[in-house]
């Protein structure tokens, strides 16, 4: 199961102040909109988001079908039916995806230690 390209989205008090935490260590602005509080910074292959007000906690990102530049794949394994595998194998949803719908789609789920996890397909 590919699940595409990876990010970590931090819950963060102040978008400045972590945006400028961030720059040093050498990420720049790749996306987002700071005047809706969020943030999209890149370092090499290496993704983060910044949200601020968005949710409690952070989150593990995939997103299928983007690479780490967040070009489309010509392939990859839809979200509906990495649903329905992690289903069969006995993982609890906290969201789910339309099994009918195609495009764009998104699950939740919780790794044992209570950490979210998105799976947010764009394409």
């Known amino acids: 199961m590919e699940l595409g390209a990876f990010s970590v989205s931090l819950a963060v008090k102040d978008l400045s102040a972590s945006r400028a935490f961030y720059e040093k260590l050498g990420f720049e ?3 987002g909109d700071p ?23 952070n989150i593990l990102t995939f997103n299928p ?23 069969s194998k006995g993982i609890a ?17 919780a790794d044992p230690d209570g950490n979210t996890i998105l799976v947010d397909q764009h394409v």
């Not at 079908?65 to 392939?75: K, P, T, V």
């Not at 949803?93 to 789920?109: K, M, R, Y």
Request: aromatic share 10%.
């Open 29 to 31: 602005q790749a996306g």
């Open 65 to 87: 079908g983007w690479d780490q530049r967040s070009n489309a794949l010509e392939s990859f394994t839809d979200i509906r039916d990495m649903q329905k595998s992690l289903k």
């Open 35 to 57: 005047e809706q509080n969020w943030l999209i910074l890149r370092n090499g292959e290496h993704v983060i988001g910044l949200f601020q007000g968005m949710f409690e906690q």
């Open 93 to 109: 949803f906290q969201s789910e995806a339309d099994e009918s719908g195609t495009g764009p789609g998104s699950f939740v789920i």
